[in-house]
């Protein structure tokens, strides 16, 4: 056999070898199963910025409401999020959850007399949610969904009389509700996205007693309480 023969046959084997091993890595990778970008766990940070408000009525039992006084704070927070996701087609459904640690702080004043008044103070300490989001994808990375589930909050209280020695009220109120809300995300790299989120909480009423001059007939009905939140957030998949 020539040289010119031996080198041929030489580049001929690679050439064949080279076709056999890009056959079987295909194969291999046809037999391997896709997993969708959406689809996994993930967890993230980011901040919150919330406008809560609330009324609280004076009630006199039976039912006489004696004085009414709106809330209303503004509020910047931290947040943690994750859950998990599962993407159908150009669909991704899953489960959320949310912690914020929120600070917010209101004072109302009450009293005909304007020697004599009566105070309360709201402090919203800190906001959670657990709820499902529904969404369909605009980009194979980007995600516009929208968002429901089970709301809390936790408020200290405080209701004092100027003339008295002592507080009338000094505790804690845990509220309950619902959220909904709207949000996009935007994977940006290496697992990693970008999520902004409108929601709005409602959260049942709250009772508080004793109050003021007369603990056995009297108490503070705190209701309609709202939460309008926007957060931003960054989160990784696993």
């Given at each position: 056999?020539?040289?010119?023969?031996?080198?041929?046959?030489?580049?001929?084997?690679?050439?064949?070898?080279?076709?056999?091993?890009?056959?079987?890595?295909?194969?291999?990778?046809?037999?391997?199963?896709?997993?969708?970008?959406?689809?996994?766990?993930y967890?993230?940070?980011?901040?919150?910025?919330?406008?809560?408000?609330?009324?609280?009525?004076?009630?006199?039992?039976?039912?006489?409401?004696?004085?009414?006084?709106?809330?209303?704070?503004?509020?910047f927070?931290?947040?943690?999020?994750?859950?998990?996701?599962?993407?159908?087609?150009?669909?991704?459904?899953?489960?959320?959850?949310?912690?914020?640690?929120?600070f917010?702080?209101?004072?109302?004043i009450?009293?005909?007399?304007?020697?004599?008044?009566?105070?309360?103070?709201?402090?919203?300490?800190?906001?959670?949610?657990?709820?499902?989001?529904?969404?369909?994808?605009?980009?194979?990375?980007?995600?516009?969904?929208?968002?429901?589930?089970?709301?809390g909050?936790?408020?200290?209280?405080?209701?004092?009389?100027?003339?008295?020695t002592?507080?009338?009220?000094?505790?804690?109120?845990?509220?309950?509700?619902?959220?909904?809300?709207?949000?996009?995300?935007?994977?940006?790299?290496?697992?990693?996205?970008?999520?902004?989120?409108?929601?709005?909480?409602?959260?049942?009423?709250?009772?508080?007693?004793?109050v003021?001059?007369?603990?056995?007939?009297?108490?503070?009905?705190?209701?309609?309480?709202?939460?309008?939140?926007?957060?931003?957030?960054?989160?990784?998949?696993?």
């Amino acid at each position: 056999m020539t040289a010119r023969s031996e080198l041929l046959a030489a580049v001929s084997a690679l050439v064949i070898a080279g076709a056999l091993s890009t056959g079987t890595a295909g194969a291999a990778s046809l037999g391997a199963p896709v997993v969708p970008a959406w689809t996994g766990f993930y967890a993230g940070f980011g901040t919150a910025a919330a406008i809560n408000k609330s009324t609280a009525d004076f009630v006199w039992v039976p039912s006489t409401v004696d004085g009414t006084n709106d809330f209303s704070a503004t509020n910047f927070a931290g947040s943690v999020d994750g859950g998990y996701d599962f993407q159908a087609g150009r669909m991704v459904f899953g489960a959320t959850a949310n912690f914020d640690f929120a600070f917010s702080h209101d004072t109302e004043i009450w009293g005909k007399d304007p020697d004599h008044h009566q105070r309360m103070t709201s402090d919203i300490g800190t906001q959670w949610g657990i709820g499902v989001r529904l969404g369909g994808l605009l980009t194979d990375t980007t995600l516009l969904y929208g968002a429901a589930g089970y709301a809390g909050a936790s408020a200290h209280i405080t209701a004092f009389d100027d003339a008295a020695t002592a507080k009338a009220y000094d505790g804690n109120l845990t509220l309950s509700g619902y959220y909904l809300g709207a949000g996009i995300e935007t994977i940006i790299s290496n697992g990693w996205s970008l999520k902004t989120e409108y929601r709005v909480s409602k959260y049942s009423n709250g009772f508080m007693t004793p109050v003021f001059d007369d603990p056995d007939t009297a108490a503070i009905n705190f209701h309609d309480f709202s939460s309008q939140t926007v957060k931003l957030s960054l989160d990784h998949r696993f």
